[in-house]
């Protein structure tokens, strides 16, 4: 069964370093969504992007987090100056459609630590 | 915010007792997801239900969209070892990409 790729499965990285999380969505899905999860708190909603833009964010989804598909194929996450509180699990989405009937499947996340 | 308030925050349980979790809502959901997430690993999609009243099963999985389009329920039948980890629902409204989530549901099953 297609599945959502994430890499790498761990990044630690110090505070104020720029980190890039990486995805490969699967193939013939066209909406690709970032989420995070704090250590033991639920599973949150970062952004959701299609056609090469983004098309819904959250508060969350601040300056210092950007994203694009720079190939056609990974869908990047970055966070330009890490702050201790961006430490939580990133997971990657994606959905064949927008639309509420269209299930988004998750990959199984990278774990980012900051020091 | 729109918010689940999911319950219990956990189980434990007997194997091959029956299980219930649900969660509440606020406001108006017009799709509910139940998803199971395994130590270390990614969310992954159970169930999905997409209309008001609708009851849906997957294998000993049963999960029912509440008529109110608020509350969602998600049951287990005959738990077995491999039913151990954290349930989450997931709402979703019409027009909205996001998924809203609970807190989930830790399910521990004792042999």
């Known amino acids: 069964e297609p599945e959502v790729t994430q890499t790498p499965s761990h990044q630690v990285t110090q505070m104020g370093q720029e980190v890039i999380l990486r995805c490969v969505p699967i193939s013939n899905h066209l909406y690709f969504y970032w989420y995070r999860q704090i250590l033991g708190q639920k599973v949150e909603f970062l952004v959701s992007?299609?056609?090469?833009?983004?098309?819904?964010k959250s508060e969350i989804f601040d300056d210092q987090f950007s994203v694009e598909r720079p190939d056609g194929s990974n869908f990047t996450l970055k966070i330009r100056s890490t702050k201790l509180e961006d430490s939580a699990m990133y997971f990657c989405?994606?959905?064949?459609?927008?639309?509420?009937?269209?299930?988004?499947?998750f990959g199984d996340g990278t774990r980012l630590s900051i020091l | 915010g729109q918010q689940l308030n999911q319950s219990p925050q956990s189980m434990f349980i007997q194997e091959g007792e029956d299980v219930s979790m649900n969660c509440t809502s606020s406001?108006?959901?017009?799709?509910w997801l139940w998803y199971k997430q395994d130590p270390g690993e990614g969310p992954v999609l159970l169930i999905a239900?997409?209309?008001?009243?609708e009851l849906t099963s997957n294998g000993r999985l049963t999960a029912q969209f509440g008529i109110t389009r608020k509350d969602s329920f998600l049951n287990i039948s005959a738990s077995i070892p491999s039913d151990v980890g954290i349930y989450f629902c997931?709402?979703?409204?019409?027009?909205?990409?996001?998924?809203?989530f609970g807190q989930g549901t830790r399910l521990t099953i004792n042999p």
């Open positions: 239900l997409y209309k008001a009243g």
């Open positions: 406001s108006i959901f017009n799709t």
């Open positions: 989405a994606s959905s064949w459609g927008g639309q509420s009937n269209q299930p988004q499947h």
């Open positions: 992007f299609y056609n090469n833009e983004i098309s819904e």
């Open positions: 997931a709402g979703q409204t019409w027009g909205a990409q996001k998924l809203v």
